[in-house]
């Protein structure tokens, strides 16, 4: 069974930056497309990128696009999401996600905080 572990949550003030990091155990890492999601206190859940098994054409929602950079290291079972120019509008909860089925986000890790300060 897929385990996801998220890290590198915390606090920065507007305009800093920090990379998240979803640590894959259990599974075949590189068969998986992957995701990050994120939710705010009193808002759904969102969908802010994606990346497939290859790589290659990620997927960004457009409140992330041109700030959020998603990457993946097979090697290491590992998805980042390299997060910059953060605004406080950002602050949420943010979760990896794995599609081991070829057809939805199925396998969830138990999410980061992320605080950003104005």
Not at 44 to 60: D, F, K, L, M
Request: hydrophobic share 35%; charged share 15%.
């Amino acid at each position: 069974q897929v385990q996801l572990v998220e890290s590198g949550g915390g606090l920065v003030q507007a305009g800093g930056s920090l990379r998240l990091s979803c640590a894959a155990s259990g599974g075949t890492f590189s068969l998986y497309a992957m995701g990050w999601f994120r939710q705010a206190p009193g808002k759904e859940r969102e969908y802010i990128a994606g990346i497939g098994v290859s790589g290659t054409n990620p997927y960004y929602a457009d409140s992330v696009k041109g700030r959020f950079t998603i990457s993946r290291d097979n090697a290491k079972n590992t998805v980042y999401l390299h997060m910059n120019n953060l605004r406080p509008e950002d602050t949420a909860v943010y979760y990896c996600a794995a599609d081991t089925d070829g057809a939805v986000f199925d396998t969830w890790g138990q999410g980061t905080q992320v605080t950003v300060s104005s």
